[in-house]
């Protein structure tokens, strides 16, 4: 069951432009999230979160929605310059009383091109 | 500050050979989380440790693979036998706090098992 779904395995966009991430949700009771960039051979970095008692929350050029009727959130990167490049994960915590137990989603692969 | 380290970064070994995994977490971190990443599944949680006490062992694939955590500036998952199957590159992460607080990963240990 996977609770956590990011259905585009990849996207292309053009150094400059606005990269939209997307990622849906089954699980109602979810009330965080996070969105994690992976470079190849390093480990997961954290980029940005937003509680479920917001429903937008920005970090410069990062800016998370979420929209909790259509269980989606989605990032997005303006302007996206070409190190923006790398696997993007959104993930969320499985419950209060997890410590944090994450379920991530499959990733999507993000190219910025100059 | 020194992040998340794991040893060794890559590790080739044939079937049936112990195979011991190492990390080191964020000084003060009190949660740690071993993950493992998969082309088929992805990135799944293993086991996950609050003050040096295995929580959830519940994403442990079989008895062959087992952690423990003999202090707070130190982890180990071993398995044992290893098998081809268990080829995958394994995570270490470490927080402050559990839910709701970020996850700060090491860079990986790739294993291949041949």
């Known amino acids: 069951d996977q609770q956590v779904k990011q259905n585009s395995p990849s996207l292309s966009v053009q150094e400059g432009r606005i990269s939209i991430l997307n990622c849906d949700y089954t699980?109602?009771?979810?009330?965080?999230f996070l969105w994690y960039k992976k470079y190849p051979a390093e480990g997961p970095t954290f980029l940005i979160s937003?509680?479920?008692?917001?429903d937008k929350n920005e970090d410069g050029r990062f800016t998370v929605f979420l929209n909790k009727s259509a269980k989606h959130l989605s990032l997005h990167i303006v302007p996206s310059q070409p190190g923006d490049s790398a696997v993007y994960f959104c993930a969320a915590p499985k419950g209060r009383n997890q410590g944090g137990k994450l379920i991530f989603g499959q990733g999507t692969e993000l190219s910025v091109k100059p | 500050d020194a992040g998340v380290i794991q040893s060794p970064r890559h590790e080739v070994t044939e079937m049936g050979q112990e195979v011991t995994l190492r990390c080191k977490p964020i000084?003060?971190?009190?949660?740690l989380f071993w993950y493992r990443q998969t082309m088929m599944r992805g990135l799944e949680l293993l086991i996950y440790?609050?003050?040096?006490?295995?929580?959830?062992d519940s994403g442990m694939p079989e008895d062959r693979f087992s952690a423990k955590m003999p202090n707070a500036s130190f982890s180990t998952l071993k398995i044992q036998p290893s098998e081809p199957r268990d080829s995958a590159v394994y995570f270490c992460a470490s927080s402050l706090g559990g839910s709701n607080q970020p996850q700060h990963f090491g860079d990986g240990t790739r294993l291949s098992i041949l």
């Open positions: 440790f609050n003050n040096n006490v295995p929580i959830d």
């Open positions: 699980n109602s009771m979810f009330d965080y």
């Open positions: 000084s003060g971190h009190d949660y």
């Open positions: 937003i509680s479920s008692i917001k």
